[in-house]
């Protein structure tokens, strides 16, 4: 037999995954021998032996990795054969690690479940059983490199048999980092809102009582406190939100198993698929009629977010209580959420009836991610546990540079070398709290990346809370980028493209380079500039930040635009009162606090509130998220609108659309038809903007980013009438289309910026 050696490279996150046991097991199968070892960017595998095995062992290497490795390159080269005697696993070279090689948080693997149900098992019960498939990994982590001692399971010394365990190459938790048992492990204890231990012998068990009891219940979870009620019970749910100070704003329930899933809610393969996966993310899944969960857990809402346990506790309390429970943030309405002992007890101590609360400390917080599918592929609304700190590799290298996104659903990013990584979800950055939190995040994932920023990217509006932060970094360049570039950018990062493209751009609110609320945007943009190419209409914001709340505002001022004085008396019915419509009309005619917007999401507020769905919003998106759900499934008459040259710039006129929409109205058309109208006449004006504009700057690319684009209906139409009329869309996947996704464009503009010179 002829010997050949290989070595490999094999980059992405391939580290605390289980992949070297993984290569060893591989070898070893197929009588190969050399050494696999953990470098600082990648894991490093020598082989040698007979080429037809070298062959399969290449091939299954990327086929067949653990359930959390996610491989974004291979590279191979062959090597004089060293005459290696065994295969071995060697000591990590651990010189410039970084947090690339932290894995996310995953949910508990089926083999885990398994053994915590299993009787004659040593973990049975346990609730904080994990192995190199699944458990803590992100939000337990102090420093790099990922080991034991630098995650918070450091005070937990392994017993003999985890010891065992962790230091064989052929078992299933060969170093875990979190691994753990009843006898070395981290435990649970039940409390009174007092912070009085319980001395539950259970604390699963009569939690699970308490919740099936109609109590609310205070849950430590992987990235912090989740407030838990049976989402079967309205009563519960009520006193929840009376407690929670959360009015109508809906609420994520977890469910027991996929059975439970099916009979609230109905999901398709590829729901089903993601609500399985290691991410566990909460799902959007349409309603099921007589699903028996309380029509307060969302209500006048035809989705539901969904998720499944993803910690052994959340399968420990469902087995014995309640099979679907409200499983919401725990924080009060706009905070951030809690996630210290003393601090849930002090925080939530007037919410939660009992508290189920355990001694492994959460050093990084974050929420539950959010996600739906849309044509056919997932799209991330939340970006945060089970997917941070996964990065987006993009196409070039360049200096440290962190975004600081936006003041709604606010992330922040650090972008190092060519990897680009997005914090968890921090929120809306509305109170102290809030922004203490955001600029504790910060400075915890610059220095676990040990980044240097040496330019500090922020949104354009001055009076932004992360836009003011970037003062902090003293020494470093600061560069504005406008909110709706910043759109496009992410989702042209998230999808590799360099070059220009036709960036649509719709949103509630982004300031823009006028001075003007923009929203509805088309930009013919690359990474290093952009050029406004043609927006919605402009009209008066009366109320300014008000009318973002109060849709009525937005009616008034597009039906008065439409059909003046006498678009005032047919949208008057829309305000509270005759009086809070006089003051708005006269404030719109002043121009006192009422500056000028584009804002396609603006325009939903304004259609919801001529139909009668929504005149007010108790939360941002409330009113577009009711126009979606109301849309009839079947296409309807379609809306006029019409175009306007403004200097070069294309101007879609909404007054023909939105006087079509104050018409039917009047005339009683079921708003079922109207929302479908609007919905598919947004599509057709996005679909003949982009070709207007493909034609005159030869482009044929659309990169799709915004709030709005959350909407499925939206999105889908979009997607497919362009791609009809001869456009290669892109749109988000991994990243999220509102806010969420800004901070991860700033840091891509900057670096465009770098590369070449700013067009505009």
Not at 62 to 81: E, Q, V
Not at 628 to 640: V, Y
Request: with cysteine; aromatic share 6%.
């Amino acid at each position: 037999m002829k010997v050949e050696r290989r070595q490999f490279e094999v980059r992405g996150i391939v580290q605390g995954v289980g992949f070297r046991p993984f290569v060893y097991r591989l070898a070893l199968s197929h009588g190969l021998k050399g050494f696999v070892r953990n470098e600082s960017s990648c894991v490093r595998i020598d082989v040698e032996g007979d080429s037809a095995a070298l062959d399969s062992f290449e091939a299954l290497l990327p086929d067949s990795a653990p359930p959390l490795a996610r491989i974004s390159g291979i590279t191979s080269r062959d090597l004089k054969p060293a005459a290696y005697h065994d295969f071995r696993i060697e000591e990590s070279g651990r010189k410039g690690e970084t947090i690339s090689q932290v894995p996310p948080d995953a949910a508990t693997c089926e083999a885990c479940v398994s053994e915590l149900f299993d009787p004659a098992d040593r973990r049975f019960g346990y609730p904080f059983i994990n192995c190199t498939d699944c458990g803590p990994r992100y939000t337990i982590i102090l420093s790099v490199p990922y080991d034991r001692p630098f995650t918070t399971m450091a005070g937990f010394r392994m017993c003999p048999d985890c010891r065992k365990e962790y230091e064989n190459p052929s078992d299933r938790r060969f170093h875990a980092q979190p691994n753990a048992c009843r006898d070395c492990g981290p435990s649970l204890r039940l409390c009174s809102p007092d912070g009085s231990d319980l001395r539950s012998p259970n604390p699963p068990a009569d939690a699970a009582a308490a919740l099936a009891a109609l109590r609310i219940a205070a849950v430590k979870g992987i990235g912090g406190f989740h407030l838990a009620c049976d989402a079967r019970s309205a009563a519960a749910v009520a006193r929840l939100r009376e407690r929670k100070k959360r009015e109508e704003k809906p609420f994520a329930v977890m469910a027991r198993d996929m059975q439970a899933v099916e009979r609230i809610a109905v999901a398709s393969s590829r729901e089903k698929a993601l609500l399985r996966s290691p991410e566990r993310p909460i799902v959007l899944l349409r309603k099921k009629d007589g699903g028996g969960i309380a029509e307060s857990v969302a209500p006048g809402n035809r989705f539901l977010g969904v998720m499944m346990p993803y910690s052994p506790l959340h399968h420990l309390l469902l087995s014995s209580g309640p099979e679907a429970l409200v499983m919401t943030s725990g924080n009060l309405s706009d905070e951030p959420i809690a996630f210290g002992n003393d601090e849930a007890l002090s925080r939530l101590g007037g919410i939660a009836d009992v508290f189920l609360l355990h001694d492994r400390d959460i050093e990084t917080p974050a929420d539950d991610s959010v996600s739906r599918v849309v044509a056919g592929r997932a799209m991330v609304l939340r970006r945060s546990r089970g997917y941070v700190p996964a990065p987006v590799f993009l196409e070039s290298d360049g200096p440290d540079v962190i975004g600081l996104g936006a003041d709604l659903k606010n992330t922040v990013c650090v972008c190092r070398g060519n990897a680009a990584f997005l914090s968890q979800h921090l929120g809306d950055l509305e109170n102290l709290k809030a922004r203490e939190g955001f600029a504790q995040a910060a400075r915890r994932l610059i220095r676990l990346l040990d980044a240097r920023p040496a330019i500090v990217a922020h949104d354009m509006h001055p009076g932004y809370a992360s836009s003011r932060h970037a003062a902090v970094f003293a020494g470093a360049a600061r560069i504005p980028v406008q909110h709706h570039h910043a759109h496009v950018a992410s989702v042209m990062a998230e999808n590799m493209l360099e070059g220009r493209v036709i960036g649509v751009a719709f949103d509630g609110t982004g300031f823009g380079t006028d001075g003007t609320i923009w929203g509805g945007e088309f930009l013919v943009a690359g990474y290093e500039g952009f050029e406004r190419a043609a927006h919605f209409r402009t009209v008066r914001m009366p109320g300014s930040d008000a009318a973002a709340r109060q849709g009525w505002r937005m009616a008034l001022s597009h039906a008065n635009d439409a059909l003046g004085d006498r678009g005032l008396g047919l949208a008057a019915s829309t305000a509270p009162d005759a009086q809070s419509a006089e003051i708005a009309a006269a404030m719109m005619k002043s121009g006192l606090n009422s500056p000028w917007t584009s804002s396609l999401g603006r325009l939903f507020d304004a259609v919801a509130a001529v139909c009668g769905i929504r005149t007010c919003s108790s939360f941002e998106g409330q009113a577009a998220m009711a126009l979606e759900g109301a849309a009839s499934d079947e296409p309807c008459e379609p809306l006029p609108f019409a175009f306007e040259d403004k200097d070069g710039r294309l101007e879609i006129d909404t007054r023909p659309l939105f006087a079509e929409v104050c018409r039917r109205a009047a005339a009683r058309v079921p708003a079922a038809e109207i929302s479908r109208s609007f919905h598919d006449s947004i599509t057709d004006a996005t679909v003949q903007t982009c070709l207007r504009i493909g034609s005159r700057f030869m482009l044929d690319r659309v990169a799709l980013s915004g709030g709005c684009f959350q909407n499925a209906l939206l999105l889908d139409s979009c997607l497919q009438r362009l791609a009809n009329a001869g456009f290669k869309v892109y749109s988000h996947c991994l990243v999220p289309p509102n806010d969420g996704g800004i901070s991860l464009g700033q840091v891509a503009v900057v670096r465009g910026i770098l590369r070449f010179p700013r067009t505009k």
